[in-house]
């Protein structure tokens, strides 16, 4: 590799020890190397972050550290002392705990239930559970990690829930803990209260390994970070002593643009105008509470706001999957009719396309080939064949067009969507809806769990877009990717718009406070999420 | 990266239901060896019955037409994400449609009369299996629940009738009227004398329309890329535009007709009058005949064929190894149905770990493909 650099930081043994070495760790499945001779040192009493797109081998190399998988080859030595991982019970054994992306809670139960659940330490619940209560009070107070023990899972903040598996590990004795992109689900601000979480664990002795994408949580919170790409460990670097630039170069292997170039926008007519929307959840709560607002052609209207509160209603309903309760949408002067579950065919008939949220629930069939995925919405177009049959040969040659102009990789129309990576299938999706021409186009969380590579590629898209004279709504809980995207900001809490701002002038501390509810002009009250620790 | 990947298509649509079907003769060998009789003698028997002479191929033909006609009527619920249990009694109202149309005819021509049959036989029982796609769709009921329980409730209705309605007057046995002319579909052995006395009938040509139409249906049509979107994902289709209440009631409905044409096979062309409980049991079949024919026309046709030799080869077993009871040939087929039917998945596993074995560059193709990139 050339962009290699000497691996200058943490060669020498630090002052409290490794708490892990790993040593020319290799691991194949059939003939792909996911892991290529990785060495890695983490020192005791530090959060070390590792970095690297989908697919580069974090994902591997922290199963075998935790034992999910065994690597073929390679030493394992903790806190010193060479260690064989079978499985996670032997890797909780050694003092290693891990914190998923996807939370391993059962939302029914208490937080203190959750913790000793798999730890009881007697056939009876009664006295596991009142020494579990001491330790739970004995950790919290260690930790700063303030949950209320008896409060129910599913009643509590998604930071909250966090923080419970944190203390789950913490519960079994871990040492050194491995967080696999905790802040995915976070807002801003409980992103900052983990990382003074992880700054006390750190102070107490603990030590933290961090996966993330996000190179701004890297610089902010570890001490070293490693850099991995296509199953080679390629840096490891002393946090300091680099920059963003730097570890994204080496992440993708070229030089990757940061920030968003793009120039002011030149508004238009108003193209989609949203009057007095209520949307209820599945459950007949009401979610979006007499929103209006409305967009112009050739402008980004960012909608910022705490994931939950409202915004994924808004999308569903303007774009007709999600009855309205009441209020209308205008598209280029006309109302658009949305009832019914077949409403999205007429959002999309009358020029307004649609990119969901959550591509592999709503924007694809995964189980279907690429081509199949590239027509669907519009496979009632005559373009794909006239009258009940299906012009198979014209929708593969729209498909072929749409990932050639989208660079989707592999380029093959038959693969099977799943066998994408999420950035290709976020492509798939973006070209099906981009290359019919709409007037609007809504999209959601445009590059969650999107590679860096792609999110430059995205963002640039959805500005030629802008620039062709479409209206877009942009919804993200990506606060950096609204702030540099958007032409305007709308600020949602609790279902309704809070307050308007400009992206060149507005602090994200000011934004940050719109999302919590604190308005300047009229002081709301605080939703869970910012809540803070329950009594 | 996921642990494994799925099997290459050859293996899945061919050697795994073989290797059940060989565990399926395996322990119904073992169970034959129980009752003291030979297991090769047995299976001789039953290949000989089912494929050897005119007679016994026809008979075989014939219920893999009735297993077609209910095996398509579950894949195509199947493809759009319901399971249709109900084959049962759709094809059994559906004999309603057929003998009215059948007895009405009978002095015109099988011409004439066949088509209107097949209609009102397919009305009747797309009928009964939109009811319960409608309460499925607009009032959330299960399929699943809704149509065992439509099975029960034709059953009381044709009990009723055909006593109370259909019987002649003339007669005792719970029957219609005899069809007597044009009325019935003509049979095989008319054009080839080769089928002997064999029931099988020109239905025949019928289900292998069916078979056709279903492929188009499902992968050449936009109403059956519908169904396909509403199978593997209802959220995907919701957002598509895809009217999911629709599709269900639509679905449910052809799904029903399908399994209304056994009706026309079994009351045109064999009995020539309506029976009681004539379906048989075919629509359970039908499970399984799909379930093994992997939802596909192709595969449908070859378990159909595969369940209608076990039957055939089950009656001559009876006749010739006279310790292996009528019961015993219920085990021996439901053994089968439980290997390639329910318990399908078992080689899976092992099946897909020795494929990776076998073939590391398949799996790094597949890896190098969900991990690739954007970059040059």
Same mark, same amino acid.
């Given at each position: 590799?050339?962009?290699? %650099?000497?691996?200058?930081?943490?060669?020498?043994?630090?002052?409290?020890?490794?708490?892990?070495?790993?040593?020319?760790? *290799? @691991?194949?499945?059939?003939?792909?190397?996911?892991?290529?001779?990785?060495?890695?040192?983490?020192?005791?009493?530090?959060?070390?972050?590792?970095?690297?797109?989908?697919?580069?081998?974090?994902?591997?190399?922290?199963?075998?550290?935790?034992?999910?998988?065994?690597?073929?080859?390679?030493?394992?030595?903790?806190?010193?002392?060479?260690?064989?991982?079978?499985?996670?019970?032997?890797?909780?054994?050694?003092?290693?705990?891990?914190?998923?992306?996807?939370?391993?809670?059962?939302?029914?139960?208490?937080?203190?239930? *959750?913790? !000793?659940?798999?730890?009881?330490?007697?056939?009876?619940? @009664?006295?596991?559970?009142? %020494?579990?209560?001491?330790?739970?009070?004995?950790?919290?107070?260690?930790?700063?990690?303030?949950?209320?023990?008896?409060?129910?899972?599913?009643?509590?903040?998604?930071?909250?829930?966090?923080?419970?598996?944190?203390?789950k590990a913490l519960y079994r004795g871990a040492e050194t803990l491995i967080l696999d992109e905790p802040t995915g689900v976070l807002t801003p601000k409980e992103a900052d209260d983990l990382f003074r979480v992880l700054e006390t664990l750190r102070a107490q002795g603990k030590t933290v390994?961090?996966?993330?994408?996000?190179? %701004?949580?890297?610089?902010?919170?570890?001490?070293?970070?490693?850099?991995?790409?296509?199953?080679?460990?390629?840096?490891?670097?002393?946090?300091?002593?680099?920059?963003? &630039?730097?570890?994204?170069?080496?992440?993708?292997?070229?030089?990757?643009?940061?920030?968003?170039?793009?120039?002011?926008?030149?508004?238009?007519?108003?193209?989609? &105008?949203?009057?007095?929307?209520?949307?209820?959840?599945?459950?007949?709560?009401?979610?979006?509470?007499?929103?209006?607002?409305?967009?112009?052609?050739? &402008?980004?209207?960012?909608?910022?706001? !705490?994931?939950?509160?409202?915004?994924?209603?808004?999308?569903?309903?303007?774009?007709?999957?999600?009855?309205?309760?009441?209020?209308?949408?205008?598209?280029?002067?006309?109302?658009?009719?949305?009832?019914?579950?077949?409403?999205?065919?007429?959002?999309?008939?009358?020029?307004?396309?649609?990119?969901?949220?959550?591509?592999?629930?709503?924007?694809? !069939?995964?189980?279907?080939?690429?081509?199949?995925?590239?027509?669907?919405?519009?496979?009632?177009?005559?373009?794909?064949?006239s009258g009940a049959f299906l012009d198979i040969a014209a929708a593969k040659k729209a498909a072929a067009d749409q990932v050639k102009l989208f660079d989707v990789r592999p380029a093959n129309i038959n693969l099977k969507s799943s066998l994408f990576s999420g950035g290709n299938q976020q492509?798939?999706?973006?070209?099906?809806?981009?290359?019919?021409?709409?007037?609007?186009?809504?999209?959601?969380?445009?590059?969650?769990?999107?590679?860096?590579?792609?999110?430059?590629?995205?963002?640039? &898209?959805?500005?030629?877009?802008?620039?062709?004279?479409?209206?877009?709504?942009? !919804?993200?809980?990506?606060?950096?990717?609204?702030?540099?995207?958007?032409?305007?900001?709308?600020?949602?809490?609790?279902?309704?718009?809070?307050?308007?701002?400009?992206?060149?002038?507005?602090?994200?501390?000011?934004?940050?406070?719109?999302?919590?509810?604190?308005?300047?002009?009229?002081?709301?009250?605080?939703?869970?999420?910012?809540q803070g620790p329950l009594p | 990266m996921s642990a494994h990947r799925p099997l290459p298509r050859w293996a899945d649509i061919a050697l795994l239901p073989a290797l059940n079907l060989l565990l399926a003769f395996l322990v119904s060998g073992l169970v034959v060896l129980l009752v003291g009789?030979?297991?090769?003698?047995?299976?001789?028997?039953?290949?000989?019955?089912?494929?050897?002479?005119?007679?016994?191929?026809?008979?075989?033909?014939?219920?893999?037409?009735?297993?077609?006609?209910?095996?398509?009527?579950?894949?195509?619920?199947?493809?759009?994400?319901?399971?249709?249990?109900?084959?049962?009694?759709?094809?059994?109202?559906?004999?309603?449609?057929?003998?009215?149309?059948?007895?009405?005819?009978?002095?015109?021509?099988?011409?004439?009369?066949?088509?209107?049959?097949?209609?009102?036989?397919?009305?009747?029982?797309?009928?009964?299996?939109?009811?319960?796609?409608?309460?499925?769709?607009?009032?959330?009921?299960?399929?699943?629940?809704?149509?065992?329980?439509?099975?029960?409730?034709?059953?009381?209705?044709?009990?009723?009738?055909?006593?109370?309605?259909?019987?002649?007057?003339?007669?005792?046995?719970?029957?219609?009227?005899?069809?007597?002319?044009?009325?019935?579909?003509?049979?095989?052995?008319?054009?080839?004398?080769?089928?002997?006395?064999?029931?099988?009938?020109?239905?025949?040509?019928?289900?292998?329309?069916?078979?056709?139409? /279903?492929?188009?249906?499902?992968?050449?049509?936009?109403?059956?890329?519908?169904?396909?979107?509403?199978?593997?994902?209802?959220?995907?289709?919701?957002?598509?535009?895809?009217?999911?209440?629709? #599709?269900?009631?639509?679905? #449910?409905?052809?799904?029903?007709?399908?399994?209304?044409?056994?009706?026309?096979?079994?009351?045109?062309? /064999?009995?020539?009058?309506?029976?009681?409980?004539?379906?048989?049991?075919?629509?359970?079949?039908?499970?399984?005949?799909?379930?093994?024919?992997?939802?596909?026309?192709?595969?449908?046709?070859?378990?159909?064929? =595969?369940?209608?030799?076990?039957?055939?080869?089950?009656?001559?077993?009876?006749?010739?190894?006279?310790?292996?009871?009528?019961?015993?040939?219920?085990?021996?087929?439901?053994?089968?149905? =439980?290997?390639?039917?329910?318990?399908?998945?078992?080689?899976?596993?092992?099946?897909?770990?020795?494929? #990776?074995?076998?073939?590391?560059?398949?799996?790094?193709?597949?890896?190098?493909?969900?991990?690739?990139?954007?970059?040059?």
């Amino acid at each position: 590799m050339n962009t290699q %650099r000497p691996e200058t930081a943490a060669v020498t043994a630090p002052a409290n020890g490794w708490a892990i070495e790993l040593e020319k760790i *290799n @691991k194949r499945f059939g003939a792909v190397h996911a892991n290529k001779d990785i060495d890695l040192k983490i020192a005791r009493g530090t959060i070390h972050g590792i970095v690297g797109e989908n697919g580069a081998g974090k994902s591997t190399l922290m199963s075998i550290l935790y034992g999910f998988y065994t690597a073929d080859s390679g030493t394992i030595r903790v806190n010193g002392a060479e260690a064989s991982i079978a499985d996670s019970r032997q890797a909780l054994a050694l003092g290693i705990g891990m914190v998923h992306q996807h939370f391993m809670l059962v939302d029914n139960f208490s937080v203190l239930e *959750n913790i !000793v659940l798999g730890a009881e330490d007697s056939g009876f619940l @009664k006295p596991s559970l009142s %020494r579990a209560r001491k330790e739970l009070d004995r950790l919290e107070e260690e930790y700063a990690l303030e949950v209320d023990p008896d409060a129910i899972i599913e009643d509590i903040s998604v930071g909250q829930q966090q923080r419970v598996e944190i203390l789950k590990a913490l519960y079994r004795g871990a040492e050194t803990l491995i967080l696999d992109e905790p802040t995915g689900v976070l807002t801003p601000k409980e992103a900052d209260d983990l990382f003074r979480v992880l700054e006390t664990l750190r102070a107490q002795g603990k030590t933290v390994i961090l996966i993330t994408h996000k190179l %701004r949580e890297i610089m902010a919170i570890t001490d070293n970070v490693s850099v991995m790409r296509q199953g080679q460990m390629v840096a490891t670097v002393k946090t300091q002593e680099t920059s963003p &630039e730097e570890l994204a170069e080496l992440m993708v292997g070229r030089r990757v643009l940061l920030r968003v170039d793009k120039t002011a926008a030149s508004p238009g007519k108003t193209l989609l &105008e949203v009057q007095n929307l209520v949307v209820a959840d599945d459950m007949g709560v009401t979610r979006v509470k007499d929103v209006s607002f409305a967009i112009r052609a050739g &402008e980004i209207v960012g909608i910022a706001g !705490v994931s939950g509160n409202g915004q994924s209603e808004l999308l569903e309903s303007i774009t007709g999957m999600r009855d309205q309760k009441s209020g209308t949408v205008v598209l280029n002067g006309k109302p658009l009719s949305l009832e019914g579950d077949d409403g999205a065919a007429r959002a999309r008939q009358a020029g307004l396309a649609h990119v969901p949220e959550d591509r592999q629930r709503m924007g694809l !069939v995964t189980t279907f080939q690429e081509w199949e995925n590239a027509i669907l919405g519009y496979h009632d177009k005559p373009d794909y064949g006239s009258g009940a049959f299906l012009d198979i040969a014209a929708a593969k040659k729209a498909a072929a067009d749409q990932v050639k102009l989208f660079d989707v990789r592999p380029a093959n129309i038959n693969l099977k969507s799943s066998l994408f990576s999420g950035g290709n299938q976020q492509k798939i999706v973006l070209a099906r809806e981009m290359e019919q021409d709409p007037d609007v186009l809504v999209i959601g969380q445009p590059t969650r769990g999107v590679d860096i590579g792609a999110i430059e590629f995205i963002h640039n &898209e959805i500005i030629k877009m802008r620039d062709e004279g479409k209206a877009i709504l942009l !919804v993200s809980v990506e606060l950096d990717e609204i702030r540099s995207l958007a032409d305007r900001i709308l600020v949602m809490f609790d279902g309704v718009i809070v307050g308007e701002a400009d992206p060149a002038t507005a602090t994200e501390g000011e934004l940050g406070l719109m999302m919590a509810g604190i308005n300047k002009t009229a002081p709301r009250t605080i939703g869970i999420a910012e809540q803070g620790p329950l009594p | 990266m996921s642990a494994h990947r799925p099997l290459p298509r050859w293996a899945d649509i061919a050697l795994l239901p073989a290797l059940n079907l060989l565990l399926a003769f395996l322990v119904s060998g073992l169970v034959v060896l129980l009752v003291g009789e030979n297991p090769f003698h047995a299976i001789q028997v039953i290949l000989y019955g089912a494929f050897g002479y005119g007679d016994g191929f026809g008979y075989t033909l014939y219920y893999a037409t009735n297993f077609i006609f209910t095996g398509l009527a579950v894949a195509v619920a199947a493809h759009a994400g319901l399971f249709n249990i109900g084959g049962d009694g759709q094809a059994y109202v559906a004999g309603l449609g057929a003998v009215v149309v059948a007895l009405a005819l009978d002095q015109t021509h099988w011409l004439i009369a066949m088509p209107l049959a097949i209609i009102a036989a397919g009305a009747v029982g797309g009928f009964w299996g939109f009811v319960p796609g409608w309460l499925q769709a607009k009032r959330g009921s299960h399929v699943v629940i809704t149509t065992i329980m439509f099975n029960f409730i034709a059953s009381a209705l044709m009990v009723y009738m055909v006593n109370r309605v259909l019987k002649p007057a003339s007669t005792m046995a719970p029957e219609s009227e005899t069809i007597e002319v044009a009325g019935r579909v003509p049979q095989l052995r008319q054009f080839f004398s080769f089928f002997g006395y064999s029931p099988v009938n020109l239905s025949i040509l019928i289900a292998i329309a069916a078979l056709i139409g /279903v492929y188009i249906l499902i992968w050449h049509t936009k109403f059956g890329y519908a169904m396909r979107v509403l199978g593997a994902n209802p959220t995907a289709s919701r957002y598509a535009g895809i009217s999911n209440s629709k #599709m269900i009631m639509i679905t #449910m409905t052809i799904s029903g007709a399908l399994a209304g044409m056994v009706a026309i096979n079994e009351v045109m062309g /064999v009995q020539n009058r309506l029976v009681l409980d004539f379906v048989a049991g075919a629509g359970f079949v039908g499970i399984a005949v799909a379930l093994m024919g992997r939802n596909h026309p192709i595969g449908i046709a070859l378990a159909a064929i =595969l369940f209608g030799a076990l039957y055939q080869g089950g009656q001559e077993l009876q006749f010739v190894i006279p310790g292996i009871t009528r019961e015993m040939i219920v085990v021996i087929q439901a053994l089968v149905i =439980l290997f390639t039917g329910a318990m399908e998945g078992l080689f899976r596993p092992s099946l897909e770990r020795a494929f #990776m074995l076998l073939s590391p560059e398949q799996k790094s193709e597949a890896i190098a493909v969900s991990t690739a990139k954007p970059e040059s």
